[in-house]
């Protein structure tokens, strides 16, 4: 995890290292990060209406810092709400704090609010965004009823649960279910079943690692990939299509007439009924030789063929 060498250290690099504000570790696991987020003091009022005025009137940095770091926690808490979408706890932590930060940009200390308050819509609004465009690697959401929708599903469901006895619990919605929820959040009742299927769904990986057998382990990644379109497979397939034109064409010419029309009688010849052209007995007929002998002539045949399609390629 290295969720503090990216948006975290750079905040706070220009504090010393005595400085109670500059404790949060370069590198860490998560629950060290966390650990050391809630361990940073909180700002008093009187200090955090300082620090913003100097950011705003000065753009001072170490007040920026400052203000971001005594709100890691908040960031922490915030996105411990959403680890339900299957995402990593650290990706949503940094998430956040690029809202955070934000807020900090934008903080007005004379609208007479916390920056807590403010702060709290762009770290949501962050950590939204993300779930949004990541989740499932599928855009579930458009408008922002869907959005609202999306997000409120979970706890909606949860709560018909804990309204009904024990003995009654299970996974699906009822009709009447449904229709509550599409009347509160302004959506289709269509919208609310297909939102519940994507999100009952299991995730699987594209790309999944080997076993601990070494056996490489199947995915989809195998059967999505459109290899017909892969530029080396369009080549290839290009050679062969001029080989079977324009090579056989070369390869055909090379032969003398008897030889040729044995090649073609017997391999290039197809009649409507879907069967070939003469067998060895009808040339051998044909020519006054034995069957054996219009073999050992159409194979000499292929394979002064094969010299000339090799030169041709």
């Not at 005595?18 to 990060?33: C, E, I, R, S, V």
């Not at 690029?98 to 962050?126: C, N, T």
């Not at 959506?187 to 299991?202: D, H, I, Q």
């Not at 379109?229 to 080549?235: L, R, S, V």
């Amino acid at each position: 995890m290295s969720i503090h060498a990216g948006t975290l250290t750079a905040v706070s690099s220009s504090l010393a290292p005595t400085n109670p504000w500059g404790m949060m570790p370069a590198l860490g696991n998560l629950d060290a990060y966390i650990t050391a987020a809630n361990r940073l003091p909180m700002l008093t009022p009187e200090e955090e209406q300082s620090f913003s005025r100097k950011l705003r009137d000065e753009g001072d940095l170490e007040s920026a810092s400052k203000l971001v770091l005594s709100h890691l926690r908040l960031v922490v808490s915030v996105s411990r709400k959403y680890l339900g979408y299957g995402l990593p706890h650290g990706d949503l932590i940094q998430e956040g704090n690029i809202g955070l930060m934000k807020a900090v940009k934008r903080f007005d200390p004379d609208q007479g609010v916390r920056l807590v308050s403010y702060a709290l819509h762009w770290i949501k609004a962050e950590i939204h965004e993300y779930i949004l465009k990541n989740w499932r690697m599928v855009k579930v959401a458009t408008t922002k009823a869907q959005r609202k929708l999306f997000f409120n599903l979970r706890s909606m469901k949860q709560g018909f649960k804990d309204d009904v006895d024990a003995d009654t619990h299970r996974d699906t919605l009822s009709d009447a279910q449904v229709g509550t929820m599409a009347r509160e959040l302004n959506v289709k009742p269509e919208e609310v079943l297909e939102m519940e299927t994507r999100m009952s769904g299991g995730d699987v990986m594209l790309d999944p690692s080997p076993g601990d057998d070494g056996e490489e382990a199947f995915g989809p990644i195998a059967y999505l990939a459109d290899t017909n379109h892969e530029p080396t497979a369009m080549i290839a397939a290009h050679q062969r299509d001029v080989l079977a034109t324009d090579g056989i064409a070369t390869a055909l010419n090379a032969l003398d007439a008897r030889s040729r029309r044995i090649v073609e009688e017997r391999w290039l010849k197809v009649n409507d009924n879907g069967s070939g052209g003469l067998t060895l007995h009808d040339l051998a007929a044909e020519y006054k030789v034995s069957a054996e002998r219009i073999r050992q002539i159409e194979v000499a045949a292929m394979k002064k063929m094969k010299t000339a399609l090799a030169a041709y390629a």
